[in-house]
T-cell receptor, first 112, second 114 residues
Framework: KQEVTQIPAALSVPEGENLVLNCSFTDSAIYNLQWFRQDPGKGLTSLLLIQSSQREQTSGRLNASLDKSSGRSTLYIAASQPGDSATYLCAVGPNSGYALNFGKGTSLLVTP | SAVISQKPSRDICQRGTSLTIQCQVD?????MFWYRQQPGQSLTLIATANQGSEATYESGFVIDKFPISRPNLTFSTLTVSNMSPEDSSIYLC???????????FGDGTRLSIL
């Protein structure tokens, strides 16, 4: 059974810092990996999707990398802003089926 | 990307009653899913909603407790039956166009059972 772990569970940084969120998974037989953010009281917003054949994806200040063989992904946030404060979830798509396996998330607080 | 609307956004229900949650997508989608997010936990897949056929349930979830309908490519419902306090969770609908495409989520239904 696929296990997805996110470290750290919580993170507080001052505005302007660059930061890295980590995601690891136990079964490297994945089809893709998706990063989401979840704001309090809201659903999930898709940030980046990396196919298993890709190494990284970028969107604005966000960069996600994938190392399938070692079972790791990182989400890099450049020049963090208070509006980046949210919970960030990593989800792995298996080779069979479409259902995502989620980590428990990293709760990020960016202070002014 | 698809816009997903869920109703109700929240509800407080009595033990033993049932509640049906609706999920509407603004465009036709291949796949629709229902997830549960218990307090302090991440998302767990309940089932895949299949258009025109019975839903596919994950281990630990059964049709009698969580009946699901998907009459067309834009709409699905999840019913939480015979509710108990342990069913207090956020229930989220998601949709996607296939394995190469991202999944998009609704804002969820926050359910509390007294």
């Amino acid at each position: 059974k696929q296990e997805v772990t996110q470290i750290p569970a919580a993170l507080s940084v001052p505005e302007g810092e660059n930061l890295v969120l980590n995601c690891s998974f136990t079964d490297s037989a994945i089809y893709n990996l998706q990063w989401f953010r979840q704001d309090p009281g809201k659903g999930l917003t898709s940030l980046l999707l990396i196919q298993s054949s890709q190494r990284e994806q970028t969107s604005g200040r966000l960069n996600a990398s994938l190392d399938k063989s070692s079972g790791r992904s990182t989400l890099y946030i450049a020049a963090s802003q208070p509006g980046d404060s949210a919970t960030y979830l990593c989800a792995v798509g298996p080779n069979s089926g479409y259902a995502l396996n989620f980590g428990k998330g990293t709760s990020l607080l960016v202070t002014p | 990307s698809a816009v997903i609307s869920q109703k109700p956004s929240r509800d407080i229900c009595q033990r033993g009653t049932s509640l049906t949650i609706q999920c509407q997508v603004d465009s036709q989608v291949t796949m629709m899913f229902w997830y549960r997010q218990q307090p302090g936990q991440s998302l767990t897949l309940i089932a895949t909603a299949n258009q025109g056929s019975e839903a596919t349930y994950e281990s630990g979830f059964v049709i009698d407790k969580f009946p699901i309908s998907r009459p067309n490519l834009t709409f699905s419902t999840l019913t939480v039956s015979n509710m108990s306090p342990e069913d207090s969770s956020i229930y989220l609908c998601s949709a996607g166009q296939g394995i190469n495409q991202p999944q998009h989520f609704g804002d969820g239904t926050r359910l509390s059972i007294l």
